[in-house]
């Protein structure tokens, strides 16, 4: 089973900054299958990124995706106050089929 | 507009089974590629896929908790029904079901999520 890490477990920064997540695998997993989420307290995950660099419907610029193989990021350009959340990254394997979450990061106002 | 909204019971003794169910507008089970997973979190901790259902009855479960998952749809009502025997203090958690399509590795949108406390 593939093992995703993420870090850090905690990322403090300040609105306006520039906020990097990585993800890494315990083995090389399909971009196109390499999806992030972004999750605020008490609600569903949202989908932000999906095939490791493809923004999801109604999704800001400001948020981009990119890596391969095995080591995975997610790149806010310019945090606005609602940006700060948990955020997830998700691979899914077809043999045998399963889904995989990291463990997540808090971003979190500095 | 797709929306899924999971429903059941707040709180479950040790030992007993689980129920819950997922009713979801703007998509149908019986169409081509489309699917409802089963996901879960702990209060406080991450993620955990459970299972997976398509529209051609293929089914889908996490390995780890395969022996006590059932998964089943009923297009008719636009539901897909989750159960989970033998319920632990563990398995506490919020559970989500979420729309997938067969060719996709994600899951988009998801549902509200429940509640579910396992406690005595």
């Known amino acids: 089973e593939i093992v995703l890490t993420q870090s850090p477990g905690t990322l403090s920064l300040s609105p306006g900054e520039r906020a990097t997540l990585s993800c890494r695998a315990s083995q090389s997993v399909s971009s196109s299958y390499l999806a992030w989420y972004q999750q605020k307290p008490g609600q569903a995950p949202r989908l932000l990124i999906y095939g490791a660099s493809s923004r999801a419907t109604g999704i800001p610029d400001r948020f981009s995706g990119s890596g391969s193989g095995t080591d995975f990021t997610l790149t806010i350009s310019r945090l606005e106050p609602e940006d700060f959340a948990v955020y997830y990254c998700?691979?899914?394997?077809?043999?045998?089929?399963?889904?995989?979450f990291g463990q997540g990061t808090k971003l979190e106002i500095k | 507009q797709i929306t899924l909204k999971e429903s059941g019971p707040t709180l479950v003794k040790p030992t007993q089974t689980l129920t819950l169910t997922c009713t979801f507008s703007?998509?149908?089970?019986?169409?081509?590629?489309?699917?409802v997973g089963w996901i879960r979190q702990p209060p406080g901790k991450a993620l955990e896929w459970l299972a997976l259902i398509y529209w051609d009855d293929d089914k889908r479960y996490s390995p780890s908790l395969k022996s006590r998952l059932t998964i089943t749809k009923d297009t008719s009502k636009n539901q897909v029904v989750l159960t989970m025997t033998n319920m632990d203090p563990v398995d506490t958690a919020t559970y989500y079901c979420a729309h997938r399509m067969v060719y996709e590795g994600w899951f988009d949108p998801w549902g509200q999520g429940t509640l579910v406390t396992v406690s005595s």
């Open positions: 998700q691979q899914y394997g077809s043999s045998p089929p399963s889904y995989t």
């Open positions: 703007g998509f149908s089970l019986s169409t081509s590629g489309v699917g």
